[in-house]
C-alpha cells in the first residue's frame, strides 16, 4: 500500500488536523469530528448538516462554507458517521430556524442521521428535516444500500440547496428544492482501478490490467458488470445510456457533472467530459452548467461518474448564487 | 495503461474538445493548440502568456481566465509546444501592452519562447518580456534542464503576476512582479508512484512497492534519490527541510502550496498539509495563504510537492485579488 499517511490507525485525525490548517474558514470539533463554518451566521437560517465515511474528499468536509454545508460529521474511512456526531452537529448549528439532514443512501447513514434527528429533536427541540440522495442508476439494490445508491447529486444538491438556504427559505422550502434536486439527478460510475482502504492495506478488489469495472460504487462495491478495457467514447456512451434511459433529460436545461474518483488525472477527466458533452448533445440534452474536477471521490481509485441534474430556472438561479468553500469553486 | 482515452494519439486533441466544451470562459484554437479567454479585453492591458507540455493539469489551460493567463500553449504530453504555436498566441492576446512569456526552465521551453519572442518582435512588432521559473530545489541541473528545473512556483506566478496585470500595470512593472516571485519561491517534489505517458504506454521509471523517490521531477525524471517508503511526517520533513535550507523565510509572511501530483486524493493531500504546517510552525514561517490540491500535476503519478513562496503586502494583496479560471478558485 503506498500512502500519504502516517499510519492507518491516524488517516482520519490527521487529514482533519490538515484540513483546518488549511482552511482558515472551517474549524473543526476533533472530538466529535465534525467540520464547521469557522464564522457560522448568528441566527435565522436554516442550517445544512451533511456527513459520511471520509475518502470521499472533497466531499462533505470540503463543502463547509458560504453558500453550501453548515457542518459535515465524518466518519472513518467508508464507516458512517455516530449519531453522537451527528446530533453534536445539528444542536451546533441550530439557529432557530431548523437543519436539514443531506443523506447519501447508505444503510448506516440513513440509520444514524435518523436516529440523530430524533435525539437532537427529542433532547434540544431541534426541527430536523431529511433529504436522502439515490442517484445512482446502476445498481437497485446494493452491497449497503436497499435501493439506489446515493453519489454525485449529492455534490449538486449541497450547492444548490444551500443558495437557498443562505436566502433565508424556511425549513420546508429548503426541504422541498433538496427533494426537487434530488429527485431529478441521476449518475453513473466506472472504475479502471480498485481502490485501497488504509485499514485493509491491499485493493478492495482485483481488477485486472486489461478490464474495468462499470457501475462501481463509490467504496468499491460491485457495479454492473466487467469487461475489457474500451475508448473514452465507450466509456462515456455506457455510463451516458443508463442514466437518459431512467429519466428524460430533454425539455429543461441540465447540470451535468464530470467527476473523477480520485486516481483519475484532469486531462483524463476533460477528455471524458468532451465525449460525454457530444453524447448528450447528440440526444437532445442542453447542458447549461457543467462541473469537471474531483468532487466525490473513491481514495484512490482510477475512474470517474458522470452525473445529470435536470434544472429549471429557480435550480440554476441558485446554482449560479456565489459560493465560498474550499472544494467547490463558483459554479459556471 | 489503464487510462480514459481514445488513443494515444488523440489524447491532446481529445482533451482540448472537452476543456473547450466544459469551461465556456476560455476558447481553444484546435489548429495551433492555444486555449485562450472567451472574452478578452479591449485594449490596454499586459497580456500573459504560458504554456508548456500536457499532463500537468490544470497547469496551464486551466488558468486561462480573468486574473490569471490570457492564453496557454499546449504542447504534445511532456513535449514543449512549438515557437509557431507561442508567436500565434502572443499575436492574438497582444492589446498593444506588450506580452509577458512565463516560462517554466525546461531548455525546450525556454529555446522555444525565446525564438517566439524573437518572430512575434520582428514581424508584428510585439513586446514581449520573459519570466522563467525555477524554484526546484531538488537538484541543480537535470534530464531536461540546465540550472534548476520550474515548477510549483509557476502556479503562484500566474496568479500574483495575473492580478497585477488585471490592474493595468505597465510591462516593466508586471515583468518586475513576476521575477520577485520567481525569486522568492521555492518547491520540492516526492513521487510514491511513476506516471505512465500514454504515447510510451508503461511507466515512465520503475518503482518498487516498497520504495519512494525524493525530489522528483514532474516529468518523472530522477529526483535527489529513493529510499523505503515512509511517514507522511517523515515525507514532509524531507520536502520542507531542504527549501528553508535553501531561502530564508522568516521575516515576511509565506503563501504555501501542498500540491498533488494527479494520483494521489485529497484526504492524504490534507494529510500531508499537515505535517507540513506543523514543520513551517516549528520552523518559525508565518503562513499567511494556503492552497492544498492538485495545481501542478505529473499525469497520474501519486506524490505531492511543497511550494513556499515568500510574500511581502504586495504580493499578498495580489494574491488576494479575484480570479475566475477553472483550475484556481479564489485563493484564501
Not at 453534536?88 to 447508505?106: M, Q
Not at 436516529?115 to 446502476?138: K, Q
Not at 482485483?206 to 475508448?231: F, N
Not at 452548467?289 to 461518474?305: K, Q
Amino acid at each position: 500500500m503506498k500512502k500519504l499517511i502516517n499510519s492507518p490507525e491516524t488517516v482520519l485525525a490527521d487529514a482533519l488536523t490538515g484540513i483546518e490548517a488549511a482552511d482558515p474558514s472551517v474549524r473543526v470539533d476533533h472530538v466529535n469530528r465534525v467540520i464547521y463554518r469557522a464564522a457560522p451566521k448568528v441566527d435565522g437560517k436554516v442550517a445544512l448538516v451533511s456527513g459520511g465515511g471520509s475518502g470521499h474528499e472533497p466531499l462533505h468536509g470540503g463543502f463547509v462554507g458560504y453558500g453550501m454545508l453548515d457542518a459535515a460529521c465524518a466518519g472513518e474511512v467508508f464507516t458512517s458517521p455516530t449519531p453522537d456526531q451527528m446530533q453534536a452537529a445539528t444542536k451546533e448549528v441550530d439557529r432557530g430556524a431548523g437543519v436539514l439532514h443531506i443523506v447519501k443512501n447508505y444503510t448506516g447513514d440513513v440509520m444514524n442521521f435518523e436516529m440523530a434527528a430524533e435525539l437532537a429533536a427529542a433532547e434540544s427541540g431541534v426541527e430536523v428535516a431529511t433529504v436522502v440522495t439515490a442517484d445512482d442508476v446502476a445498481v437497485q439494490d446494493s452491497l449497503y444500500t436497499a435501493g439506489r445508491r446515493g453519489v454525485g447529486v449529492t455534490v449538486l444538491l449541497e450547492k444548490i440547496v444551500g443558495a437557498a438556504a443562505e436566502e433565508g427559505r424556511d425549513l420546508a422550502a429548503v426541504k422541498a428544492i433538496a427533494d426537487k434536486v434530488a429527485a431529478n439527478g441521476r449518475s453513473m460510475g466506472m472504475a479502471l482501478t480498485s481502490c485501497t482502504v488504509p485499514a485493509a492495506g491491499k485493493p478492495t478488489f482485483d481488477l485486472p490490467e486489461d478490464q474495468m469495472e462499470i457501475g462501481i460504487g463509490i467504496h468499491g462495491e460491485p457495479g454492473r458488470h466487467r469487461e475489457p478495457l474500451a475508448s473514452a467514447k465507450d466509456i462515456a456512451a455506457q455510463l451516458v445510456e443508463p442514466i437518459l434511459a431512467d429519466a428524460d433529460f430533454t425539455g429543461d436545461p441540465a447540470i451535468v457533472m464530470l467527476n473523477g474518483m480520485g486516481g483519475s488525472p484532469l486531462i483524463e477527466l476533460y477528455l471524458m467530459y468532451g465525449e460525454v458533452a457530444a453524447l448528450l448533445e447528440k440526444a437532445g440534452v442542453s447542458v447549461a452548467r457543467t462541473l469537471v474536477g474531483n468532487y466525490i471521490t473513491s481514495l484512490d481509485m482510477a475512474g470517474c461518474s458522470v452525473t445529470v441534474l435536470k434544472a429549471d430556472d429557480e435550480i440554476l438561479s441558485l446554482w449560479d448564487a456565489p459560493v465560498e468553500t474550499a472544494g467547490l469553486r463558483w459554479g459556471r
